[in-house]
């Protein structure tokens, strides 16, 4: 059995704007990788994810790679999110093509993170995602655009985009708005805009990313503008996934029924250097 972390850090600091990433894969067989059952504990060499049984809501995240480290404790101040309907998250028309997707969407975060020998004390809000299916694209499939927020008023919002080769949307593209008090409304695509409104290219693969965009959810009387923290975080996995994408942390304003908001957001574009496919 096979084992992969990807570890990523982005600096918005003008003095050492940079997007960092290592990434390790390995085979539980000779010990360098695994993970327990009835808890969340896995590992690949130095790299882990624990969470004692005693403290389900409390995760303890640890990492080091050539030119940073991080040593992190997150704690949940939400109840898990499932996405989809009736557990089930719908990725194309094929029965097979579905997965059981669920989200921590608020995590107070405090720790260390060491960049080129400088400790710096971090605190801030994280977010986990965990999706499992067996399901690989449909055929006239290419990729995704996947949109995670969190606002200031701790509202969240997680929204994927399925590609098709002409570049529309699937149907089957869906998402979840998180309202502050935990109660979720499940977003099909017809409850959702999305407008790119800028593009970066790539130096190192060549592709074409969308890198800001208009996002808008009407019915809620949401509409956010979402800007890259960096342009380039693109992540060319070559020793791992062995697949090339742009996935990064975006700063976001706008207004939620005409009141000012803001917030902070992950995004995830695959299938822009080539089509995506599962290689692992």
Known sequence: MRHLYLA????????????????KV?????GKAGAETGRLHVWIDRWSADTPSSEQDRHYLRASAEDFSLDLTVTSEKSPIIHGRAGVSRKG???????????LTRLATTGTLVVEGEIMEVEGTSWMDHEFGSGDLGADQVGWDWF?????????LMFYRLRRADGTAD???SGTLILPDGRSQHLLLSDVRIEP???WTSGASGARYPSRWRFSVPTAGLTLDVTPRLPNQELITQRSTQVT????????AGALREAPIAGLGYVELTGYAERFRQKL
Request: aromatic share 14%.
């Open 26 to 30: 390995s085979r539980a067989g000779i």
């Open 93 to 103: 028309r094929a029965v097979e093509q579905a997965s059981h997707y669920y989200s």
């Open 148 to 156: 995670s927020f969190q606002l200031d008023n701790r509202t969240e």
């Open 245 to 252: 994408y742009w996935e990064g942390a975006v700063e976001i």
């Open 8 to 23: 990523h850090l982005a600096l918005s600091d003008h003095e050492r704007s940079r997007f960092r990433y290592a990434e």
């Open 171 to 173: 149907p089957a593209s």
């Open 197 to 199: 409104l800028d593009y």
